[in-house]
Each structure stands twice: as C-alpha cells, then as structure tokens.
C-alpha cells in the first residue's frame, strides 16, 4: 500500500473505530458543571431572539462551526463532506475540512474536498498538520489546501499527543512557531492554530500570539479522545494511559481570557448541545465547533445534517432566550450570566 493510499485509509480506520468504539466520546466536559442563571422575566419576544454574527466578512446564522473531520480519495469520504457542506450552506454556518494532507499527497483526494460549488456563501477553513511545517510543507503546500476551497482561513492543527501515540506518527515539533510565524506573513487569509482535543494552554496561547496569529480553536477534553482512536491501532497502550489527558474546553477558555482583547478564539471539543454552546459564548467562545456529533448524520444525507443543525440551534436559542440576552453580544464574555462554575474556574483564570 503506498503511503497516499495509507492517508485515505487511516482517515476510514478513524471513522470505523469511531463509530464502533463508544469509550472514544469521553463524556468528560465539564460544561455540566457551569449554571447559567435563570430569568424569569426576560422582557424579550422569543421571535426577536437574534444569535446572528460575523465571521471572515461572512454571516453565520448562529455561532456554529462544523469543525474538521474528513476527506480522502474514498467515495464514502467525499459524500460525507458533501451533505456537510450542502447542510452548512442551507443552515448558514461554518465549515472547516479534515486534513488536506491526503489531497495534497494524492491528487484522486482532492475532489472530496471540492467543496466550494457546495457552499458559495458560507466561511470554508482549510486545514493541514502545522507539523507538517516540518516535512517539507510550507506556502505552495497550504495554497493548495486554501485554492482547492477556496478558505476564507487556515486552520493548522496541533496534535501532539496524537503523533505520539500513532505508529506512523511525525514527532518532530521542534521550531514550529517560527515557521508558522513565516507562513502567516506569506498568506492573505488569516490562520487559525487549532488543538484536537487536548486544549490549548496559555503558554501556546503566547507563542501562537508572538507569531502572529489572531485566531485559535481550544478543541479541548472532554470529547472525541484521539488518544483512545489511535489506541486502536497502536500496538501498546500508551493512547488508553493517556486517553484523558489535556485541558477541558472550559479550563482552555479560561486560560484564554487574558488574552480576549488580541485574538479570537473558538471554543470545542465536547461541545454537545445547544446549552454547551451558549456556555462555551458567555466565557469566551467566540463560534462552538463540533465534530463527532455530525459524523453519523453527514454518513446519511445532507438533510440528516440539516436536522441536527436545526435542532442545534433550538436549543442554543431556547437556553439564549432563558438568560435573557437578545443577541450574541449580550452573551459574549458576560460573566453575569453565570450564576455558579466549579471552584477550579477561579483557578484557571
Ligand atoms: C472523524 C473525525 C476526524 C477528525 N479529523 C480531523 C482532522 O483531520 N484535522 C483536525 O484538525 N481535526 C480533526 N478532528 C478533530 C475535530 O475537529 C475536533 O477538534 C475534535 O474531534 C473535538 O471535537 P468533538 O469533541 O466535537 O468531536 C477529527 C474529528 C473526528 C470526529
């Protein structure tokens, strides 16, 4: 099997374990331990209840990211990103595509990723493996990734843990600020510095702000472990020990709040319901992306999609109509709104 091949073929390896393994969704988010309070009187109109925003010039019905999953040479894989792109652009959302690895590597990929026809009006992200930078990837690489959608962003993905537990994996993350930093003055769309599942910590807030970026995704614990995904198909059990490793979404988001006035971040990993995202808003989230839960769905139509979205978003505005705010700017960043968080979130901040 040639290494293009092997790229495709991990991509449906990570699904199937996905789906055949329910331990791999932690259940571990500590949104359950927030309580937003309560307003009885909201003196608003629940038909006038607005959660519209702008992202990249673009504006998204409500703060949703279908965050990245998947692409590949595989039929499967491209339908899967289709009915999530068809369903983006019906829902007015945004979307970010797994890994370009894969088409960048092997041409017959690159369809799957072809998505632009699907989604004209919509912010699409481009991805590739920051540790990429370090295997010889560098501007023509993540042009290829941004022309292929034609991105409104880039996100690169950090994944250490993930590189380490993978019996193919690249470990090198020596420099990376550095090249990321030169990427970004190269590029004319901005990039985003996205973990997997693990949080982003204050310290890689910094540096990812010393090297020019303005955009993060925390994807923190709590959610998909990838640690448990590689597990199976590493041969010791070093992906189970550290299955649970890493910051929850909501530690990440506290760690990032220092920095609310230089950057933009969003918040995922673990985010499961409408009232997780509005959480995940009031402390900083400024889109909640969600990955697993839309997996299932995008294997079915673009119509399953749609659903779930729509169901999404109910239940986003129900809990936004609760706490009394008329529109995303009443949530973002309103600490008042909360109304008990575990001890620790003093400790994060
Ligand atoms: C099937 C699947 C494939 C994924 N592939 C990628 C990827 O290629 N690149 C990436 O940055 N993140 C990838 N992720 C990680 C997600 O974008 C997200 O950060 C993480 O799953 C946490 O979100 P969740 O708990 O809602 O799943 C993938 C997630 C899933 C479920």
Known sequence: ??????????????????????????????????????RALPELDFASVNSKLS?????????????????????????????????????????AVGSQRAMIEDTSARRSFDLR?????????ANIGAVQLNTGYGFEQARIAIDCLQADA?????????????????????GLADKIHQL????????????????????????GLSAGIRYFDLAGRGGTSWSRIEAHRAESDLGLVFQDWGLTTCQALNAARP????????????????????????????????????????????????????????????AQFLVGAANIESLFLNDALILRAPSGRQVYS
């Open 1 to 38: 099997m040639t290494k293009n091949h092997s790229i495709t073929q991990r991509k449906q390896d990570h699904i199937d374990f996905l789906l055949s393994d329910p331990l791999i969704e932690r259940n571990q988010r500590d949104f359950d331990l927030i309580q937003l309070t309560h």
């Open 55 to 95: 992202l990249f010039s673009k504006t998204l019905d409500f703060p949703l990211l279908i965050s990245s999953m998947t692409g590949g040479a595989a039929e499967n894989l491209g339908q899967i990103n289709r009915h999530l792109a068809e369903a983006a652009e019906h829902c007015q959302v945004a979307l």
């Open 117 to 125: 026809q699907y989604a004209p009006s919509i912010p699409l992200l």
């Open 154 to 174: 880039l996100i690169l993905h950090l994944n250490p843990l993930q590189e380490l537990i993978q019996p193919e994996g690249d470990r090198n993350f020596a």
């Open 184 to 207: 970004s003055q190269k590029l004319d769309i901005p990039i985003i510095l996205k973990e997997v599942g693990c949080g982003l910590s204050s310290a890689d807030i910094e540096l």
């Open 259 to 318: 920095y609310q006035d230089q950057a933009r971040f969003f918040a995922s990993g673990g985010i499961r319901n409408g009232i997780d995202m509005v959480k995940s808003v009031i402390m900083g989230g400024y889109v909640c992306g969600i990955a697993a839960p839309l997996l299932r769905p995008a294997m079915l139509s673009s119509s399953a999609v749609i659903d779930k979205i729509q169901h999404l978003k109910q239940e986003f505005q129900l």
